[in-house]
């Protein structure tokens, strides 16, 4: 039986029905313009439209990750994002926030300054060597992903001579090393558009229950991606549609967690495949 739950502030959290993670980009150049929130009102808007829509956690990004983004430092991402993060724990006092960041400096401050409950690195510990042991003192929920390189560089980085199979020794090496250090509470996320290309990311989720052998809960993000509307033939603002079929299929792979833009959308999933689900597994007679 896989893991189900995750512990967020000594608290438990049953993952057996799926939650929704609402994006907050606070960048100039997120790819999906829909997603970025820079002004205060715009900041408070989104955080409460994430929760009033049902979002569980608010995963708030300082730094955009497309490939054309330029990569800021700690010091310029912790300018852009301690505002927001000042002004979130002020305004909601009891939302569950993630860190989008793969600076071990970032991770810490947002975690013990503004009681951030967890942390999503894109980056599985590749970029800032400290993150492991960051996450291990820090005690907090860590979400591990798949990713080549650099988000500068990982469009250049999609040869694999076994892609399935190197992504699971990827995260069968990484989770031993954060089991190690003491780290229990990890999410799995194989990085849809990170180091793939646009067949690699339908293999990949076709292919989804095979990461179900870590028996840790699974993160998919697929919100808006360039895997949907470019096969689509559409665009990141044309994508909604195609980004609930995928959440769908992912939530049939046994998805725990969807990372989204659209969370009213993504919870609709949610609350019809539990109500499916119900049923599926019952005897005719």
Do not use: W
């Not at 606070?26 to 955080?47: A, H, L, N």
């Not at 960041?101 to 951030?116: Q, S």
């Amino acid at each position: 039986m896989k893991n189900q739950t995750i512990n967020i502030k000594g608290e438990l959290i049953d993952l057996a029905t799926p939650l929704v993670m609402g994006i907050v980009n606070v960048t100039p150049d997120s790819f999906y313009k829909g997603s970025r929130s820079q002004s205060e009102k715009e900041i408070i808007e989104r955080v409460q439209q994430i929760i009033d829509e049902g979002g569980a956690i608010i995963d708030m990004g300082g730094q955009s990750t497309r490939p054309t983004s330029t990569l800021l430092t700690a010091k310029e991402e912790l300018e852009r994002i301690e505002p927001a993060l000042v002004l979130v724990q002020k305004e909601f006092p009891n939302a569950t926030i993630s860190i989008d960041t793969f600076y071990a400096e970032v991770a810490k401050i947002a975690v013990e300054k503004y009681g951030v409950s967890m942390i999503n690195d894109i980056s599985g510990g590749q970029i800032d060597k400290n993150m492991f042991h960051t996450v291990a003192q820090l005690n907090v929920p860590y979400i591990l992903m798949h990713m080549r390189g650099t988000p500068q560089t990982m469009q250049q980085l999609t040869d694999y001579d076994n892609f399935i199979e190197e992504i699971i020794f990827y995260f069968s090496e990484k989770i031993a090393h954060l089991n190690a250090l003491g780290v229990n509470d990890i999410i799995v996320d194989p990085g849809f558009g990170f180091s793939k290309t646009l067949q690699q990311n339908y293999e990949l989720m076709a292919h989804l229950k095979y990461f179900h052998i870590f028996e840790t809960p699974l993160l998919v993000g697929v919100s808006r991606k360039s895997m949907t509307y470019k096969l689509l033939g559409t665009n990141a603002e044309g994508s909604l549609n195609g980004t609930t079929v995928l959440n769908t299929y992912a939530l049939q792979s046994g998805a725990n967690i969807l990372r989204v833009h659209d969370v009213k959308e993504a919870m609709d999933c949610v609350k019809l495949m539990t109500e499916l689900n119900k049923y599926s597994t019952q005897p005719l007679i």
